[in-house]
């Protein structure tokens, strides 16, 4: 029998567009629309989105819903401040990557984990089976879309102040009430737009009528590549631990956390490496060097502190780069509340 895909509340927008549609994680999901490489190149030259409403959403709420959360998740969630978000992830009792995800957190006693759209189930089931008195643990996903805007322009384009990175706000595109995520896949600036599914449409239409280009996985696979960004299933797993993925950053081994003490024999053993098999933490070094050489090299081209490459120089490699990944990937004010933010709309989530 033939697998019944899902489909975002942008479905009719990428037919009505001619993208090419593919199945992707159970969801059938736009690959592209021009092509790879031109939505490549827009996203690094000016701005690009992306319909990502396949990404999952866990609300996490109640007085000890920071305590679950600090115990499941591997980064420090005490550093954050309600309206900052971190990159995280959870792992099993081996310290393997169930999933890798981002925390936001929405005021001092609740909390909004977006996962990958693959482990959206079995990241859910694992949360909900160690939900402790005083935590309540729902999966909303359904509730809402989420666009990705991406590019130097993408801010600018929609009209937004600047921000911090791993910070949001409330806000609206053209009447549209959103959430302003400053995060993103691609390695550069931009946002993630969260927004009820009912106006995932609306939002669509507007961030195009703003001269954003629509983008398909592909494109998002590509950057993601280029940027060295991992990707869970291909990358890492669970039978991956982070120490070895060369992702130690996200592990605040000085507190207690699922799989913690199995990450601190490995730091202790390997020197930090996590070496498993002969040539692999060479392999992890050498992804690491280059993540942070083209970091530094965004930044300082934006910061002024050396000269950009031709035009034409620089979109011969990124046509190159695309091409050669292509090929593999077939209001602006706050409302507080407890001192957090007051979204998403708490009578717009399922209680059951």
């Known amino acids: 029998m033939a697998q019944t895909l899902l489909?975002?509340?942008?479905?009719?927008?990428?037919?009505?567009?001619?993208?090419?549609?593919v199945p992707?994680?159970?969801?059938?999901?736009?690959?592209?629309?021009?092509g790879v490489i031109q939505e490549h190149r827009a996203v690094r030259s000016d701005a690009g989105v992306f319909d990502v409403s396949h990404m999952g959403e866990i609300d996490v709420e109640g007085p000890r819903a920071h305590e679950l959360l600090q115990g499941l998740l591997s980064n420090d969630l005490g550093r954050l401040e309600p309206g900052r978000a971190q990159y995280t992830l959870l792992t099993n009792e081996r310290g393997g990557i169930i999933d890798d995800l981002i925390a936001y957190r929405l005021s001092p006693h609740r909390y909004l984990l977006v996962v990958n759209a693959s482990n959206r189930e079995a990241d859910f089931a694992w949360l909900k089976e160690r939900e402790v008195s005083g935590s309540d643990v729902r999966d909303v996903s359904d509730e809402y879309g989420l666009l990705a805007v991406q590019g130097p322009n993408a801010i600018a384009k929609l009209g937004l102040p600047p921000a911090p990175a791993f910070t949001?706000?409330?806000a609206e595109i053209d009447g549209v009430p959103v959430m302003v995520n400053r995060t993103g896949y691609t390695g550069e600036?931009?946002?993630?737009?969260?927004?009820?599914?009912?106006?995932?449409?609306?939002?669509?239409?507007?961030?195009?009528?703003?001269?954003?280009?629509?983008?398909?996985?592909?494109?998002?696979?590509?950057?993601?590549?280029?940027?060295?960004?991992?990707?869970h299933g291909n990358d890492i797993s669970?039978?991956?631990?982070?120490?070895?993925?060369g992702l130690g950053w996200t592990c605040a081994l000085g507190k207690e956390f699922t799989g913690v003490a199995e990450l601190r024999r490995i730091k202790e053993r390997d020197g930090g490496e996590g070496c498993t098999t002969p040539g692999h933490?060479?392999?992890?070094?050498?992804?690491?060097?280059?993540?942070?050489?083209?970091a530094d090299a965004r930044r300082r081209d934006r910061d002024g502190l050396r000269a950009r490459r031709p035009g034409g120089a620089r979109h011969r490699v990124d046509d190159r780069r695309?091409?050669?990944?292509?090929?593999?990937?077939?209001?602006?004010?706050?409302?507080?509340?407890?001192?957090?933010?007051?979204?998403?709309?708490r009578s717009r989530i399922p209680t059951t």
């Open 168 to 170: 949001f706000a409330e």
């Open 7 to 21: 489909r975002t509340p942008l479905h009719d927008r990428h037919l009505a567009l001619g993208a090419r549609l």
């Open 189 to 231: 600036d931009g946002c993630e737009l969260l927004c009820m599914a009912d106006d995932a449409a609306a939002l669509w239409d507007a961030v195009l009528a703003r001269g954003v280009v629509p983008c398909g996985l592909g494109a998002r696979d590509t950057l993601r590549l280029e940027a060295c960004y991992p990707l």
């Open 281 to 294: 933490a060479d392999r992890r070094r050498r992804r690491g060097d280059l993540r942070h050489a083209l």
């Open 238 to 245: 669970e039978t991956t631990d982070p120490i070895s993925a």
């Open 24 to 34: 992707f994680a159970g969801w059938e999901m736009p690959v592209q629309y021009e």
């Open 322 to 345: 695309a091409g050669q990944a292509a090929q593999g990937a077939g209001r602006q004010e706050t409302d507080l509340r407890e001192g957090g933010l007051n979204w998403p709309p």
